[in-house]
């Protein structure tokens, strides 16, 4: 492990739409989902810095050099009465995994989280992954019998086409 490695957490600007694009399209390819990419650069642009912005990044920095991509929105809890950050994508270049950084990323999340006053972190792991063990190692434990369910593509369309029709 290197320990002299300088990190930095930033927030990220509309300048570094085409490297926060860059790291999605890198964590698709390290998780074999590259054909499930349909974003594009103009696409991130509106949606992280647009009118409504939906989420947010954080771009991770080693010695100066950027080397992983955060990016989250918030949630909320009804049973704590409280908002939360939700993970969408955490990803560090494999080069510099078990270097630190991800347990720098998580120092800055949750700091952030109390200074939202958020009363959680959450986020979905492939049952694959081998960083299932650092964020267990952290003290994050798999929340036992929840799925997690998905509505997109033509069933989404589907059913907003029907809410169209019975308002008319």
């Not at 499930?36 to 696409?43: G, L, P």
């Not at 494999?94 to 989280?113: D, H, K, T, V």
């Not at 650092?134 to 019998?145: H, L, R, S, T």
Request: aromatic share 12%; charged share 30%; proline share 4%.
């Amino acid at each position: 492990m290197n320990t002299n490695l300088k990190i930095n957490i930033r927030p990220t600007t509309v300048l570094d739409v085409p490297l926060i694009f860059k790291f999605i399209k890198e964590l698709a390819k390290y998780e074999n989902l590259e054909d499930q990419v349909t974003a594009t650069e103009e696409i991130i642009k509106e949606s992280l810095f647009g009118k409504k912005q939906y989420a947010e990044a954080l771009i991770v920095e080693a010695d100066s050099k950027p080397v992983g991509l955060v990016l989250f929105l918030h949630n909320f809890s009804t049973f704590i009465g409280k908002p939360g950050i939700y993970i969408e994508d955490l990803y560090i270049k494999e080069e510099f995994r078990g270097m630190g950084i991800g347990r720098n990323i998580f120092e800055y999340l949750s700091n952030l989280a109390k200074e939202r006053n958020c009363g959680r972190i959450d986020w979905v792991v492939l049952d694959w992954n081998p960083a299932r063990k650092f964020y267990e190692k952290m003290g994050a434990v798999p929340v036992d019998n929840w799925l997690i369910y998905r509505l997109t593509g033509d069933k989404l369309d589907e059913l907003s086409e029907n809410h169209q029709k019975s308002k008319n």
